[in-house]
T-cell receptor, first 115, second 112 residues
Framework: KAGVTQTPRYLIKTRGQQVTLSCSPI?????VSWYQQTPGQGLQFLFE???????NKGNFPGRFSGRQFSNSRSEMNVSTLELGDSALYLC??????????????FGQGTRLTVV | EDQVTQSPEALRLQEGESSSLNCSYT??????LFWYRQDPGKGPEFLFT???AGEEKEKERLKATLTKKESFLHITAPKPEDSATYLC?????????????FGTGTKLQVIP
């Protein structure tokens, strides 16, 4: 079966711009979560969506937002980009239920570079 | 502050040389501890979920165990293809919300 698909794979943006990343979960999966991975901070949880509702949220500023559509596809938006937002952004999908208590499958990520 | 610490940061083993990776945590209200494997340029791959102290899970050459404050990932007779970064993550409840914190990982290199 098809895995988690993230688009685009690579992105270069200028400081101050905004960006939207997309994540298509595995068919039948209703939970989508987003993470930021950097060499200094490691993997950090951004937020989790289930049935179009943000169910859980990490400790990131309001510039980071997301949404989930009725087909479970999810988008993440970062406004007013800063140099420190350069990172690998990963999404993961799972069947749902209690988030993270079911096996989560990660996509390959979107590499965002802010210049 | 809630913390998840993995040790060692890097580990180099000869093929067949067994060892253990450690993940210690200080969060309260643990809901689950997860182990992932991540290869360069790829997203993490799920390995195990552990829920309570004393629980153990095995998969091929890997065995994960959990105590009240730490988890171990034992690698028995590793092969070069086991080379990867191993991440642990802890999920806990805070103010009605589920939170997750990842460790910074152990980079394992298995030499033929």
């Amino acid at each position: 079966k098809a895995g988690v698909t993230q688009t685009p794979r690579y992105l270069i943006k200028t400081r101050g711009q905004q960006v939207t990343l997309s994540c298509s979960p595995i068919s039948g999966h209703r939970s989508v979560s987003w993470y930021q991975q950097t060499p200094g901070q490691g993997l950090q949880f951004l937020f989790e969506y289930f049935s179009e509702t943000q169910r859980n949220k990490g400790n990131f500023p309001g510039r980071f937002s997301g949404r989930q559509f009725s087909n479970s596809r999810s988008e993440m938006n970062v406004s007013t980009l800063e140099l420190g937002d350069s990172a690998l952004y990963l999404c993961a999908s799972s069947l749902g239920g209690t988030w993270m208590n079911t096996e989560a499958f990660f996509g390959q990520g979107t590499r965002l570079t802010v210049v | 502050e809630d913390q998840v610490t993995q040790s060692p940061e890097a580990l180099r083993l000869q093929e067949g040389e067994s060892s253990s990776l450690n993940c210690s945590y200080t969060v309260s209200g643990l809901r689950g501890l997860f182990w992932y494997r991540q290869d360069p340029g790829k997203g993490p791959e799920f390995l195990f979920t552990l829920y309570s102290a004393g629980e153990e899970k095995e998969k091929e050459r890997l065995k994960a165990t959990l105590t009240k404050k730490e988890s171990f990932l034992h690698i028995t007779a590793p092969k070069p293809e086991d080379s990867a970064t191993y991440l642990c993550a802890v999920q806990w409840e805070d103010g009605g919300y589920q939170k997750v914190t990842f460790g910074t990982g152990t980079k394992l290199q298995v030499i033929p």
